[in-house]
């Protein structure tokens, strides 16, 4: 057998070749003429491929081929060989490999080499010019992922606390940037990018992770406290209205998100750990060392934020402002400072949130921010504009929600039941669900 | 470096189809934002509407143009209805966050694969311009003279986009000083005494919203009648920079938008091509041309920060019919 032409490269990933002549003429002297396993043979152009592992034909492996009108469904025949007829040409088809009828102990594996994989069994491909194309399917030793329901139901709730546990770092920031100044502020996308990008230039620096994440952190506070002393002061005395601080907000937003591009570029940068290994926790929930730390970081923080907004002069002074920035004036606070420290209140704990989205999503990029802003508006929207309890229990009901509709709906939408939330609980409360009526005007 | 290349490229925007597109929907913007006082932050998702509707009417339907063209602004007539019925009772700031997240929605049903069919996922979808090309009365070959030299094919483009814009502008500026114009001015500085006036104040938003979406869909439908379509357009940037269109050239005013997406344009073109070429000659302290490139993008933002903090009413606009009521 001349199969050990087949194996390429990487150790744990197995070559399965589909038509490779040498191949063929091996298995074609052993097992008499080929004629795969055919189906729409009527029709002029051809999709065709051959299933096997390293050099092992895999028969009865169900794939399914549709776009343009067709959806036929194919059976590997005892070399592994299928054949599906198409009615186009220069176009492209959905190749779906069945992975429940491959044998136990093998799947399909992401081609390394081409970047078209949707979900490793799902393959796009062109029926060029010539009418005819050959699939490859990568089949390799590992694990298929056959979870019960209830693990992935506990997996994506897990998943779906921690997220929502980070979304509520920024969420709360913004909501009390909202109580006290009115601002709803798009410019905290960029104040989350700014955490993760300042923990990411300091490693890189050669910072070990740990100085560099609390340093960004520190920077972030002082992130914040430079926009209020550079812009939102100055708007404060100019007494300018809300419309228009939102659109400044917006303004501020593009600028410092087009300058964050301007130094990273476009691609994705990695944080040191953002590969470290799940770990096996009880049936298939696995967590990284990475996700309980930021799950309890999280809740340490949110925990010390209560405190000071409780118990402190200063938390207390805040919520007076929230509540009625007339009468806190007039009772002796200074809403100025109290505003200036909620700024960087804010953005501290947005640059955390930015660190731990940094490692969930997993990567930095100049937009990361932007990706969860619209996730953010709805989670202080859904738990009332302006309170910060309101914050986190829309930020863990956003995150849960966008986790676990995975299950049901496909993941590319995931963030489409969030943003469909938000305007129904508009609907039905536009108060939130800890707001109060007279906030909405 | 090139200068007078450059100042020829950037001319060739004053007439270009994605000026026309961004003054139909800044123009949309200044009946919702401007005279209504909507504050919406979601016409990113009525261009898509617009420009989808013509794609999926042509491809999936087999649609005539012109057939094509109207799904799209009816589709965006019934986005206006979904989404102006639980917000336009809502202040100001709720309307801005719904108006930016059904817009999101939009795009990410555009891009998911569950509608690959007829959306074409992240790839778009394109060659449907065939027909529309077909009714193009201009024989084959290159017109104008430089800057404004083109194929026969894209002065089509221009043409139809700037009879949209003429006729859209026409029927605007009729609108708004019209007896109903007044009423929604009104209701922009102050609802209530509008609706003691026995006016009903939720029609007359609604109706706005309906034609300022109706006009952001048209400039979907240019731009898709000169490209192709991808929901990548049709992001919350775009958004926003239609409002610094709008906002440039004054939100209160009717032609104000027209000449903020033409200046808009016009200095979004100059510095891409300004800041690379300078980039190219090392004079912007060793950055490359690419990055250079991003320069124009934080002008952007900087230049809405400053139009929206120093002069709020814009190039054209009143300081009297200030458009930014508190």
Known sequence: MENTTVKRGRAARLFAVMATTALSLGVLLMAGPATADTVNDEMPYKVSGNVQNNGAPLAGVSINVSGNGINADVLTDAEGKWKVGVSEKNAAYTVTLDESTLPDGVVVVDNPETADIVEGAVMEVQVGPGGRVTMNYFIGKGERVVTSMVDQVVQRLISGVNFGLMLALAAIGMSLIYGTTGISNFAHAEMVTFGALGAFVLSELGAPIWLAIIAAIVLSGLFGWGLDAAIWAPLRRRNTGLVQLMIVSIGLSLAVRYTYQLFIGGGTEQLPGADSPKIKLFGSVALSWIDMASMAISILLIAAFAWWLMFTRMGKATRAISDNPGLAAASGINVDSVVRVVWIVGATLAGFSGILWAYFRPGIRWDMGGQILLLMFAATTLGGLGTAWGALVGSLIVGVLVEASTLVIPSDLKYVGALVILIVILLFRPQGILGRKERIG | ?326
Do not use: C
Request: proline share 3%; no cysteine.
């Open chain 2, 1 to 326: 470096m090139d200068f007078l290349g450059i100042l020829n490229s950037t001319a060739g925007f004053i007439l270009a189809p994605v000026t026309i597109a961004y003054a139909l929907a800044a123009l949309g913007l200044a009946v919702h934002f401007g005279f209504a006082g909507l504050l919406n932050m979601g016409m990113a998702g009525f261009m898509a509407l617009g420009a989808y509707g013509y794609a999926i009417g042509i491809l999936s339907f087999g649609l005539p143009w012109y057939l094509a063209a109207l799904v799209g602004l009816g589709a965006a007539v019934i986005f206006a209805l979904i989404l102006g019925i639980p917000t336009l009772r809502l202040r100001g700031d709720y309307l801005a966050i719904v108006t930016i997240a059904s817009a999101e929605i939009l795009r990410l049903l555009f891009l998911t694969k569950v509608f690959d069919e007829y959306t074409g996922s992240a790839d778009g979808l394109f060659s449907y311009n065939g027909e529309f090309q077909e009714s193009n009365p201009i024989p084959a070959g290159t017109y104008g003279f430089p800057p404004f030299e083109d194929t026969a094919a894209m002065w089509w483009v221009r043409i139809v986009g700037i009879i949209i814009l003429a006729v859209a502008t026409f029927a605007v500026w009729r609108l708004v000083n019209s007896p109903w114009g007044r009423v929604l001015k009104g209701i922009r500085e102050d609802e209530d005494a509008i609706r003691s006036l026995g006016k009903n104040v939720f029609t007359y938003k609604m109706q706005a919203l309906i034609i300022g979406g109706v006009l952001g869909a048209m400039g979907g439908l240019v731009l898709a009648m000169s490209s192709n379509v991808n929901q990548g357009q049709y992001v919350t940037s775009l958004t926003f920079f239609i409002w610094t269109a709008l906002l440039l050239g004054g939100a209160a005013t009717v032609f104000g938008p027209l000449v903020g997406s033409l200046i808009f344009w016009v200095l979004q073109a100059f510095l891409g091509l300004l800041f690379p070429a300078l980039a190219e000659q090392g004079l912007l302290f060793g950055l490359s041309s690419i990055q250079a490139a991003q320069i124009k993008f934080i002008i952007v933002g900087v230049a809405l920060v400053l139009i929206v903090v120093f002069r709020p009413q814009g190039i054209f606009g009143n300081k009297k019919e200030l458009t930014f009521v508190r």
